[in-house]
Each structure stands twice: as structure tokens, then as C-alpha cells.
């Protein structure tokens, strides 16, 4: 927001993994749960995060398994998507501590979202330039 008005929204639609797996090797925003423990382990609380990764074709298991998850996900006719777990990465390229049998609903990533930012924080230092 500039000056109080709103820029531009954008409308994200929300896919279930089970039902639509997400690409691989694209860009997503993806919403991923799982367990944390402030005691010790003592009392675990569910959580949620969203996240902007690329789902992997590789997983954690795949060099010690005879075949890939890809593989076995693709014989399977692509069904199943969150039987199997395959690596998340970054943008910038690290592998994530996440795995893809955590996410909970996957949308594409808004094309516009990194240029409006830059946009608003053009305006931002033109107006701060001017006062």
C-alpha cells in the first residue's frame, strides 16, 4: 500500500495435493504443516507455513532405493502424490527441510507479485525523495 490505497490484489487459487499434484521444478507457493515442540518434546503443536518452492523430482530415499520416487510415482499413473516425498527447494537452489508429503495446498506462483513489489518500493523512495 502507498498513501493508503491498495495497489493491486491478486486472487490465489488453492490446489489439494492429493487430488492435483503439483509440478515439478516450478515455481509455487506452497502451504506445508507439520509438528514443533517447545518442551523438549514433552507437547507437540500442529502448524502451518506458507512457502515459496520448487517440488523436486528427487527425494531423500532416492539414493538408497533401486528406483526414484519419480519413477514409482510416474508408474503409478501419477497417482498417490502424497505416498511419496520428494525434495523442496529454495530459490536459491537449497534443498529444503521440508518434503512434499507435508503439503497441504500448492497455487501457482503470482507472475505479477515481484514486479508490483518493485513498483511500490520505487514510489516509495520517489516520495521519500520528495518530502
Same mark, same amino acid.
Given at each position: 500500500?502507498? %498513501? ?8 490465489? %487459487? ?30 507437540? !503443536? ?25 519413477? !514409482?510415482? !510416474? ?14 527447494? =529454495? ?8 518434503? =512434499?508429503? %507435508? ?29
Amino acid at each position: 500500500m502507498v %498513501s493508503g490505497q491498495i495497489i493491486e490484489s491478486t486472487v490465489i %487459487s488453492w490446489f489439494d495435493p492429493g487430488v492435483y499434484p503439483p509440478p515439478f521444478d516450478r515455481k509455487l507457493l506452497l502451504m506445508v504443516a507439520g509438528w514443533r515442540s517447545d518442551a523438549c518434546g514433552g507437547m507437540f !503443536e500442529p502448524y502451518t507455513v506458507v512457502l515459496t518452492a520448487y517440488v523436486q523430482t528427487s527425494g531423500p530415499d532416492d539414493a538408497y532405493n533401486g528406483v526414484s520416487a519419480l519413477d !514409482e510415482f !510416474e508408474a503409478g499413473g501419477r497417482e498417490g502424490f502424497l505416498d511419496f516425498q520428494f525434495n523442496l527447494k =529454495s530459490d536459491d537452489g537449497e534443498t529444503l527441510d521440508w518434503y =512434499s508429503d %507435508s503439503i497441504i495446498a500448492w497455487a501457482y506462483y503470482p507472475l505479477n507479485v515481484e514486479q508490483t513489489a518493485f513498483e511500490v518500493e520505487k514510489a516509495r523512495q520517489a516520495a521519500a525523495v520528495r518530502a
